[in-house]
């Protein structure tokens, strides 16, 4: 009785700092909000409590919000963006062993908990994952939440600043070009009618590019969508049809003991629902639901003795930091240059931050939202379904 007077005031105060964290709207802010508030709560108390199992539980909630997102849109794109893809996730795999052992080397963690430290995850998967596999999860979501924070609050003018760098480079150079062509054609030597006639000959077909091709894409969907509220079910009847799908997809693969098999199985179930049948739901109180018992669940984890561990986390953070620039600039650069990727939006698809909030930025930056969310998703499935395994087993090897 006393745990579940406890178990319900945990949620209460979860609920409060979620809903001031959202409103705002900093990055994570519903999950930050809520453990921020449940942390002082037990700090204060100790007295914090959600059941051990609720993980799973979880587990399979976040499952449900991460497979709804994905379409057979992002399906069908996919073989647009294989060259980029096999990019990002080789170098994503490669510079997160090689940063997570310098951690584990130079700022004391243990491997399991520097491989998930570093892992370019969700802050919410992540930390779910390593409390599942026995690394430390209070490090682990710290580092993760040390990370979407320096991305979103630096990030972004970094990136600014890169294009305007290069716009201005541009900029130069068509102005020594048109120099030089104005002194050569005032010397004589140069004349521009064969261009102006081949232009006149042969116009340049006006082509709508990726913002053309952006609007073409909502009016596509709003039809679709106006459609589908006419002949389909609504948004709340789906949810149930997807609670359910999530739910036996989780619990099978959680049954059959495969690393973070409720959250995997959760998404892969979701995902394919809605691809086949469109009837997957994801209400924005479902995802705000399980930010915030996340940052309960990671709250009530944190006391006095977790508080001053988290003073030991400095070189750990530098680390952090050096992580984050290399990866994003040496994948985005690797993309860029080996593909028919722009500049832009290599840039900010090699960003390991939120998907929604990295295609935010690149509708700001003038890149390509779509190929940014296809990509992001791509490293986000990737990360859940594959690095578990892989951390695990390096790991192993290493100890």
Known sequence: MIDLGYF???LLIASAGGFIGYKLKLPA???????????AFNLMTDRAFLPSNSRVVLQIMAGAVLGAG???RDVFMLRHVIKPSIILITSMIFINLVFGYLMHRFGGLDLKTAFFATAPGGLTDMSLIADEIGADMIQVSSLQLFRILFIFAILPFLFRRIIKKRSNQKQLDTNSKKSESSRLQYLGGYSDSAERQSSLENPVKPCLGSKG??????????????AAKKNGPSRLTCLPITLVAAACGGLLLWYLGVNAGALIGSMLAVA?????TKYASCPSFLRVGVQTAAGAFIGQNLNKDGLQSLLLLGIPMLIMIVLILTYTLLVSSLMSRFTRLDPIT???????????EMALIAEDLKGDPAQVIVLQMLRLMTVIAFFPTILIAVASLLS
């Open 272 to 276: 394919g629902l809605n691809v086949l």
């Open 8 to 10: 319900l005031l945990t």
């Open 346 to 356: 290599s840039l900010v698809a090699s960003s390991p931050g939120g998907l929604q």
């Open 70 to 72: 994905i379409s057979k």
């Open 29 to 39: 802010g519903t999950m930050l909000g809520a453990m921020a508030l449940v942390i």
């Open 213 to 226: 091709l952006d609007r073409q894409t909502v009016e596509i969907k709003k039809e679709k969508t106006q």
